[in-house]
């Protein structure tokens, strides 16, 4: 009997996964990497779904590219006081502070300064 039900409950879970595969669109935030709680460092995410799309692992004061699909970031540890977002490429311009759990929409900030 057990065996049955494990067979049975393996058959549908292949069958539900192959119905999902078909239906769901294709998406290149599936290639990301997870969410792993708790993290270290500076750690962006994208939004939907949640995924990791870039890290910085301790505070230098660079001028560094936000990445494309970062819509919010989170300083887990490493000593960050303050992630200067910028509009501009070149961190130049009027600052918004994103140290505290900001969030924003893709692409509206292009650079920022982690010190």
Same mark, same amino acid.
């Given at each position: 009997?057990?065996?049955?039900?494990?067979?049975? %409950? =393996?058959?549908?879970? %292949?069958?539900?996964?192959?119905?999902?595969?078909?239906?769901?669109?294709? /998406?290149?935030?599936?290639?990301?990497? &997870?969410?792993? /709680?708790? !993290?270290?460092?500076?750690?962006? #995410?994208? /939004? #939907? &779904?949640?995924? %990791? %799309?870039?890290?910085?692992?301790?505070?230098?004061?660079?001028?560094?590219?936000?990445?494309? !699909?970062?819509?919010?970031?989170?300083?887990?540890?490493?000593?960050?006081?303050?992630?200067?977002? #910028?509009?501009? =490429?070149?961190?130049?311009?009027?600052?918004?502070?994103? $140290? $505290?759990?900001?969030?924003?929409?893709?692409? @509206?900030?292009?650079? @920022?300064?982690?010190?």
């Amino acid at each position: 009997m057990r065996a049955t039900v494990h067979r049975s %409950v =393996a058959g549908l879970a %292949v069958a539900l996964g192959v119905v999902l595969t078909a239906i769901l669109p294709a /998406s290149s935030a599936t290639a990301g990497e &997870p969410v792993q /709680s708790p !993290d270290t460092g500076l750690v962006f #995410y994208s /939004s #939907y &779904p949640t995924e %990791v %799309v870039g890290r910085q692992a301790t505070p230098d004061g660079v001028c560094r590219p936000v990445p494309a !699909d970062a819509t919010w970031l989170l300083a887990w540890s490493g000593g960050f006081h303050s992630v200067a977002g #910028y509009r501009t =490429a070149d961190c130049t311009g009027p600052a918004a502070e994103l $140290n $505290n759990l900001h969030s924003w929409p893709p692409g @509206y900030h292009l650079s @920022y300064r982690a010190g």
